[in-house]
C-alpha cells in the first residue's frame, strides 16, 4: 500500500505544526520520520492515522482519500510509544481486541480468533505470556504485544510512534533489529517516528528529516548523512564542527583569516562552515589553513578525540575532533587543521 | 491485499529473529512484593517520634473519634432499642416509615441513576477532550459542594413555586414538581451532582486517552470503545462515586426539606421524618428510622474501604 500526504498544514493555536508537508512511501518500505521534539512527526504520523485531524491538505492510502474516513475505518496498525495495552485485558484478549470488534457480519468465529492471536503472539514469540496482564510485563515484551495486537487486524500499513522511546537502551538495540527482520519478512508499508538518529538510519529504507514542521530532507539513510540537503540536516545527523565563515567571491575566511577552501558556489554572505568530527585532518603546524592548541585527548577504539582551541579570530573557539591513532595527539601540542569534506551553507539569522 | 495475507504466514520462520535477551522475564509481582510499599509507610517504620508523644497523640485521636463519631452511633442504635425490639420493628412498621423508606429508596435510585449518566458524560468531556469553557466548567461541577443546601432547594421553590419563574406555566398545565417526588429528586441530584464526576475525573485524567485510541485504531466503534476499554477501567472509581452519590442521596435533608413540603406520608423522606418524629416526642420511633441510615452509612463505609482497596491496586504502575 502506498501512502501520500498532500499539503498538509496543522496548527495548533497560532504554533505550526505541520506547514505544507509533501510526502510520498512507496509500496513495502520502511520509512522513519526523523526530527527533534516539536518538529511535527509524531503529528503527521497521527494525521496519517485518522488520530488528528489536518487543517488543510490531503491523505491518500493507496490512492484512496482517508479523510474521508475516521481512524476506526483505516485499516491502520498503530503502535503507541506508551505501548496504551488494555491494561484490565490478558495479553491474549488485547491481541484478540481487534479481532473481536469487527462487525458481526465479516467477524471470525471464536476458534479463528483463537488460532490467529496464538499465530501473532508466536510471531512476536511471547505466546507463552498469553495469560498475563500488560502491567506484568517488561517494557520490551510490552512493545512487542503492541506490534502483535496491531498487526492482528492486518493493517494496511503500519505506523509506529517511537516505538523503542521508552525502553532501555540494550533492548532497544535488539528490536531496532528485530523490527527490521520483521519488516522484511511481511513488507507491511511502515512509517516510524523517531528522534534517535542512529535508530533511523539503521533501520529504515528511508529517513524523513523534519523540523518545524518541514521536511528538510527526503533520503536513504546513506543520502542524508553524506549529502546533507541544509544546515539542519547537517547539525542534527551525525556529530558536526560547525564554524562561523565569510564567503565572498569564492574565498572562504574565518574571522579575516583566509581558509585554504573552495566555497563550492556558496553564495557571498555571512555562512556556516559545517565539517564532520572525522573529516578534519591534523597535521604539524603550519600545514593546514586553521591552527589550534590540544587542550585534551580522550583515546579510545580506534579514534582519539581531541579538544582543540582555535587560535586567531575573535573569542575563543573550541572544536572537537575524531583523529585516527596513527599518531597519538599530546595535550597543549600546536597542530593544524584542514578540512577534508565540509559543506557551506548560508547563515540563517 | 496480496501483502496483507502474508503477514503472519510466515510466524515459524520469524521465531528466529526475535530478540532473545528479554525471554527471561522477571515473574509478575507475588501479593507479598505487592504489598510492600504498603509496609514501607506503615506505622512500624515511623518511629519518628518518642514513645509518649505518640501514645499521646493517639490517645487524643482515639478519644475525639470515640466521643464524636463512635458515641452518637451508640446513642442512635441504643435509642431505637430503649424499649426492646418489638417497638423497634413496630416503628419502623408504621405506613408513615414505610412510606418514607419508599420515598428514599424512590429518590436515590433516580438521581443516583441520573446522575451516574450525566456524571460520567461530564467526566468524560473535562478528561478526554480540550475545550474552551472547561475550567469554567469543572467549576460548576463543584458549585453544589460550595453552595449551602438550603440555597440549593431554595433555588428550585424560586424556579418551580407557584410565584416562582415558571410557576405560572406549571399551574396552567396541571403539573406538580415543588412538594412532590419530581422536586425532591431534583434537589437531590443537584446537591449529589459532584460525586461521580469528581471521583472519576482525577482517575480519567490520569489514564489518557491512548487506550481508546489504539481501540479506534484497532477499529472499534464509539460504543465499543466505551464499553470494552473506557468503563472497565474506570469501573471501580465509578462504584465508588456512585456509593458516595448514593448515601448522600438518602442521607439529604437541607435541600430535600426546602422542596418537600412535609406532607405526611407523601413526601417525607427518612431524615425529614426523623426531624418530624423527634419534634414530636416520639424519640423510639424517630432512633429506629435513624437507626436505619446509620447502617446505611456503615455499610456505605465498609464498602467505600473495599472499593478504595480495588482503585489502589488498578493503579498501574508508571512506564519504566
Not at chain 1, 526530527?35 to 487543517?55: C, E, N, Q, V, Y
Not at chain 1, 492471536?117 to 517494557?139: A, F, H, I, T
Request: hydrophobic content about 45%.
Amino acid at each position: 500500500m502506498t501512502i501520500e500526504v498532500k499539503n498538509i498544514v496543522k496548527k495548533f493555536g497560532s504554533f505550526a505544526a505541520l506547514d505544507n508537508v509533501d510526502l510520498k512511501v512507496d509500496q513495502g518500505e520502511l520509512l522513519a520520520l526523523l526530527g527533534p521534539s516539536g518538529s511535527g512527526k509524531t503529528t503527521l504520523l497521527r494525521i496519517i492515522a485518522g488520530l488528528d485531524w489536518p487543517d488543510a491538505g490531503e491523505v491518500l492510502i493507496d490512492g484512496e482519500n482517508a479523510l474521508a474516513r475516521g481512524a476506526s475505518e483505516r485499516h491502520v496498525g498503530f503502535v503507541f510509544q506508551h505501548y496504551a495495552l488494555f491494561r484490565h485485558m490478558t495479553v491474549f484478549e488485547n491481541v484478540a481486541f481487534g479481532l473481536r470488534v469487527q462487525p458481526r457480519a465479516i467477524r471470525k468465529d471464536e476458534a479463528t480468533i483463537r488460532a490467529r492471536v496464538k499465530e501473532l503472539l508466536d510471531l512476536v514469540q511471547l505466546d507463552w505470556l498469553s495469560d498475563r496482564y500488560p502491567s506484568q510485563l517488561s517494557g520490551g515484551q510490552r512493545q512487542r504485544i503492541a506490534l502483535a495486537r496491531a498487526l492482528a487486524i492486518e493493517p494496511r500499513i503500519l505506523l509506529l510512534d517511537e516505538p523503542f522511546g521508552a525502553l532501555d537502551a540494550k533492548v532497544r538495540k535488539e528490536l531496532r533489529q528485530w523490527l527490521r527482520s520483521l519488516h522484511s519478512e511481511i513488507h507491511v508499508t511502515s512509517i516510524f517516528v523517531t528522534h534517535d538518529q542512529e535508530e533511523a538510519l539503521e533501520v529504515a529504507n528511508r529517513v524523513v528529516v523534519m523540523d518545524k514542521g518541514r521536511i528538510e530532507q527526503i533520503g536513504t539513510p546513506g543520502e542524508v548523512y553524506d549529502h546533507p540537503a541544509t544546515a539542519f540536516v547537517h547539525g542534527f545527523i551525525g556529530e558536526s564542527i560547525v564554524l562561523p565563515v565569510d564567503v565572498s567571491g569564492g574565498s572562504v575566511r574565518l574571522g579575516g583569516r583566509p581558509l585554504n577552501i573552495a566555497a563550492n558556489g556558496a553564495a557571498s554572505g555571512a555562512s556556516k562552515l559545517f565539517v564532520r568530527r572525522h573529516d578534519m585532518q591534523i597535521g604539524p603546524a603550519g600545514s593546514g589553513s586553521l591552527e589550534g592548541a590540544v587542550r585534551h585527548v580522550r583515546s579510545f577504539g580506534p579514534i582519539q578525540r581531541a579538544e582543540v582551541a582555535l587560535s586567531g579570530g575573535e573569542g575563543k573557539t573550541i572544536i572537537e575532533i575524531d583523529a585516527p591513532r596513527d599518531r597519538e595527539l599530546q595535550a597543549g601540542e600546536i597542530v593544524s587543521l584542514q578540512p577534508r569534506r565540509y559543506r557551506i551553507f548560508a547563515a540563517q539569522d | 491485499m496480496s501483502t496483507q495475507s502474508s503477514v503472519v504466514t510466515s510466524a515459524t520462520e520469524l521465531r528466529a529473529y526475535a530478540p532473545t535477551a528479554d525471554l527471561t522475564v522477571s515473574p509478575p509481582p507475588s501479593r507479598i512484593e505487592r504489598a510492600r510499599p504498603r509496609t514501607g509507610t506503615s506505622p512500624d517504620n515511623l518511629r519518628t517520634e518518642p514513645g509518649p508523644v505518640r501514645f499521646i497523640i493517639i490517645t487524643l485521636a482515639v478519644t475525639f473519634l470515640s466521643v464524636f463519631v463512635v458515641l452518637p452511633l451508640v446513642v442512635v442504635f441504643a435509642s431505637a432499642f430503649s424499649k426492646g425490639i418489638g417497638t423497634y420493628l413496630a416503628a419502623l412498621g408504621e405506613p408513615e416509615a414505610l412510606s418514607a423508606i419508599k420515598l428514599t429508596l424512590l429518590v436515590a435510585a433516580i438521581s443516583v441513576t441520573l446522575n451516574l449518566v450525566f456524571g460520567v458524560i461530564a467526566a468524560w468531556a473535562i478528561a478526554k477532550f480540550d475545550f474552551t469553557g472547561k475550567t469554567f466548567l469543572i467549576t460548576l461541577i463543584d458549585l453544589p459542594f460550595s453552595v449551602s443546601p438550603v440555597i440549593s432547594g431554595l433555588v428550585f421553590v424560586l424556579l418551580f413555586g407557584a410565584q416562582g419563574f415558571f410557576g405560572t406555566w406549571l399551574q396552567a398545565h396541571d403539573i406538580h414538581i415543588l412538594f412532590a417526588v419530581p422536586g425532591i429528586a431534583l434537589a437531590t441530584i443537584f446537591v449529589t451532582f459532584p460525586f461521580v464526576a469528581r471521583s472519576l475525573i482525577p482517575l480519567m485524567q490520569e489514564q489518557g486517552t491512548q487506550e481508546e485510541e489504539a481501540a479506534i485504531s484497532l477499529g472499534a466503534s464509539g460504543l465499543q470503545t466505551f464499553f470494552r476499554v473506557t468503563l472497565p477501567n474506570i469501573k471501580w472509581g465509578l462504584l465508588y462515586g456512585v456509593l458516595l452519590c448514593n448515601a448522600r442521596a438518602m442521607g439529604e435533608f437541607g435541600a430535600v426539606s426546602v422542596v418537600s413540603g412535609h406532607i405526611r406520608g407523601e413526601t417525607n423522606t427518612m431524615p425529614l421524618l426523623v426531624e418530624i418524629l423527634y419534634n414530636e416526642y416520639q424519640f423510639v420511633a424517630s432512633f429506629a428510622i435513624a437507626s436505619l441510615l446509620a447502617m446505611l452509612a456503615l455499610i456505605t463505609l465498609v464498602v467505600k474501604t473495599v472499593l478504595e482497596r480495588r482503585l489502589d491496586e488498578g493503579q498501574e504502575p508508571r512506564d519504566h
